[in-house]
């Protein structure tokens, strides 16, 4: 990794204070959580969205949002009480990207079972990290195989992925960003679990800033290059260190950092003292 830049960590806080959550949450998945009252209906509803949370934001929420009004006021008593075929056949011409009404079935059939067997999916992930000695990695694995049920097909191994695979794993660490983190406006507090545990859900947007700002030098968004971006956030906050994701993950989403320099959007950037972009161009 090249050398930090020692204004990182303040750029980093000025992007955050610069960011307004309010605003950028009608335009996140999130946003169609946050209005479940109870914890056990934001980690149901919050599954839904974070697994679902692939392509673009506005079809993300359109369809986020059909399996919600299908789950009703109580997504969690829902998946206690409703016929796991009627939901089934709610979903029959469900389709987002590759996932199907069949995968989303599926998936809330293990949420249910999981839910009854351990009391909650919070639960079931804090018994998993313990279990573990607080490693994130085998723990979220654990949690993924039981969301994931056995022999999955391609399809649904791609919606609850494996985090031994090496991946990224973007949806399930957001997933647990939103779940673990304390309220903020944003995220929810649900989980008992340490923040210091987590990792960023790394998507292309964070990916393509955290290598413009040299946090990784990996060329793809793997569980390796997480980890590396997290560790830089960590030395910031060692107790939160995904704090930093919504506010970048937002910037990248307004499309306001390209992958070279370009003087309409990097002169008015707020990281663009820390950032290697500029730099490179000025080398060149
Ligand atoms: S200076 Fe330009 S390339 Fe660097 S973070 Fe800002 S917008 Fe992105």
């Known amino acids: 990794m090249a050398q930090l830049d020692p204004r990182l960590g303040e750029t980093l806080e000025r992007l955050v204070r610069s960011t307004d959550p309010r605003a950028r949450i009608e335009n996140d998945p999130v946003g169609l959580v946050r209005p479940y009252a109870r914890p056990e209906d934001r980690e149901v509803a919050g599954l839904v969205a974070a697994l679902l949370a692939f ?10 949002s059909r399996v919600l009004e299908l789950l009703g006021p109580s997504p969690a008593e829902a998946l206690e009480s409703k016929d796991p075929r ?19 079935s599926r998936l ?4 249910a079972r999981l839910r009854a067997e351990e009391g909650s999916i919070g639960a079931a992930f804090k018994a998993r990290l313990e279990r573990h000695d607080l490693a994130l990695q085998p723990a979220l694995a654990e949690l993924a195989d039981a969301l994931r049920g056995p022999a999955p097909t391609r399809a649904m191994a791609h919606l609850v992925p494996d985090p031994r695979a ?7 660490h ?3 960003r939103w779940m673990v983190r304390p309220d903020d406006g944003v995220d929810l507090g649900v989980f008992d679990a ?21 946090l990784t030098s990996r060329e793809t968004a793997s569980w390796a290059a997480a980890e590396e971006v997290t560790a830089v956030f960590r030395r910031f906050d060692p107790e939160d260190p995904v704090r930093f994701d919504f506010a970048l993950c937002h910037f990248g989403i307004a499309r306001q950092c390209p992958s070279r320099v370009d003087e309409s959007i990097c002169g008015a950037c707020v990281m663009k003292r820390v950032c290697t972009i500029p730099r490179a ?3 060149r």
């Open 86 to 104: 009627a939901l089934s056949r709610g979903l029959r011409t469900f389709r987002h990207r590759v996932w199907t009404g069949a995968e989303v």
């Open 108 to 111: 809330l059939r293990n949420a």
């Open 55 to 64: 392509g673009s934001v506005q079809v993300i929420r359109r369809n986020v």
């Open 166 to 172: 090496g991946s990224a794993c973007k949806r399930l």
């Open 194 to 214: 340490p923040p210091s545990v987590l990792l960023v859900p790394l998507d292309t947007h964070v990916h393509r800033i955290a290598k413009n700002l040299a």
């Open 281 to 283: 161009a000025r080398v």
């Open 174 to 176: 957001l997933y647990l």
